[in-house]
């Protein structure tokens, strides 16, 4: 892999260096014309000397004395894509290059600069001289947009495309777990109806304790999950992963009711209910989060104690039995994952109509095929089994289901899904 730098998070999140909750502010409709940043990606890849650089003590004790905190920036970064995560999979980038023309001095400036104005002129020269370089041996011309491959230039209908062979060696493992944390303030996989990015759920499952895996086996499982067509389907591009629960797979739930709490203060619950309950308040919140439901309890009492007269406001002391209650009795959120609250209330047409992007709606589409197509393949499964165990016991091969106290429901696919 390596290390990127990406202008994304800098530029949608300026508010978190300051302490401040970036939220709602400047979330204002992208005119027609215009590119929306929120789903410009651009990438750098950054060469490993910087990496290696910041182990160095003469970088904390000499340079970043002598210049600051702009010693520590990424850099140099040479050649980079750009590429928009509301476009198809398919769409390909545009090649993003630095500085390439050669800095030039007449003699006498250049013999009157320091010896370290000289030393670094060297070096940024001989990095643009190798930002060429890289350029010519991708045999592309500068500035010029490529394909998500653009060493297949040739018509792929005549060849036979190899069949990716997908492995999970501690797919068992990692079932097990997932089955056994299923519940509310666990993994809450139950109520997870919508898509969730990748990192989050990796995070959740890292929070939650219990299974040690890395980032690599955990997309491992996932990619697996996705190609049998159990448990998740799994889009890793565009941007990051993104994780949407499929109904086939599972062992019937077994609900785990929602612990009792000490009650809220009825004010601060009373505010809570009202809030939630406000249109207003509800798309506010639509046009900041979109699709996906979960936030951790502190960020959702912020939201809407700027959403809400001061006088209307939540106490910070009370948010998570406030939570913990309106769970309880269904009303607007229920738990995730420990420290998150999943909200439940309907995402209305409205609310779509106004924010929702072409690429939510092209993923709801296919989310909603993927369940289609993986439902209708667990039941071919299940004819398949069927067919074969009643072959066995025609032969005196098999043994009869009903004396191995198996319950039919445990063969059933889940029929609701709640595709909001």
């Not at 290390?3 to 027609?32: A, C, M, S």
């Not at 797919?171 to 919508?194: H, K, V």
Request: proline content about 7%; some cysteine.
């Amino acid at each position: 892999m390596g290390t990127f730098k990406t202008n994304w998070f800098t530029d949608r999140h300026t508010d978190y260096g300051r302490g401040r909750i970036p939220l709602l502010e400047y979330v204002q409709p992208i005119l027609y014309n215009q590119i929306d940043p929120y789903y410009c990606f651009d990438y750098w890849p950054v060469p490993n000397s910087w990496t290696l650089s910041m182990f160095q003590p003469s970088i904390w004790n000499t340079t970043l004395r002598k210049f600051g905190a702009k010693a520590t920036e990424m850099g140099p970064v040479s050649v980079g894509t750009r590429r928009f995560a509301d476009d198809p999979v398919d769409a390909g980038y545009t090649i993003l290059v630095g500085d390439t023309q050669q800095i030039m001095f007449d003699q006498y400036i250049w013999m009157n600069m320091t010896a370290e104005d000289q030393s670094f002129i060297r070096v940024e020269n001989a990095r643009r001289a190798r930002t060429v370089q890289i350029y010519m041996s991708m045999m592309l011309p500068l500035g010029s947009a490529s394909s998500a491959n653009p060493q297949l230039v040739k018509d792929k209908s005549d060849e036979k495309e190899e069949e990716q062979i997908f492995e999970c060696p501690r797919w068992d493992e990692i079932t097990q777990y997932l089955f056994a944390n299923r519940g509310p303030s666990e993994l809450a996989l139950d109520t997870m109806t919508f898509d969730t990015p990748e990192p989050s759920l990796y995070r959740y499952i890292v929070d939650r304790g219990g299974l040690d895996i890395t980032p690599t086996e955990f997309r491992q499982f996932l990619l697996y999950a996705n190609n049998k067509k159990q448990l998740f389907s799994y889009e890793p591009f565009p941007a990051i992963g993104t994780i949407f629960r499929l109904p086939t797979g599972w062992p019937p739930s077994t609900l785990k009711p929602i612990k009792r709490l000490a009650p809220p203060h009825s004010i601060d619950l009373a505010n809570f209910r009202t809030a939630m309950n406000d249109p207003l308040v509800q798309i506010r919140i639509y046009a900041e989060f979109g699709e996906f439901r979960d936030v951790d309890y502190e960020t959702l009492r912020r939201v809407l104690n700027v959403l809400v007269p001061p006088d209307k406001g939540i106490v910070a002391a009370e948010i998570r039995f406030i939570i913990n209650e309106c769970a309880r009795n269904d009303q607007f959120v229920t738990l995730g994952p420990k420290g998150i609250a999943r909200m439940t209330y309907e995402i209305t047409d409205q609310f779509r109509q106004e924010w929702e992007r072409e690429f939510t709606t092209q993923k709801l589409e296919r989310n909603a095929d993927t369940v289609k197509a993986a439902k209708e393949e667990e039941r071919k499964k299940q004819e398949a089994e069927a067919k074969l165990l009643e072959e066995d016991l025609k032969d005196g091969s098999g043994i009869d289901p009903e004396t191995m106290n198996i319950d039919p429901e445990d063969l059933e696919v889940e029929d609701d899904v709640d595709m909001s």
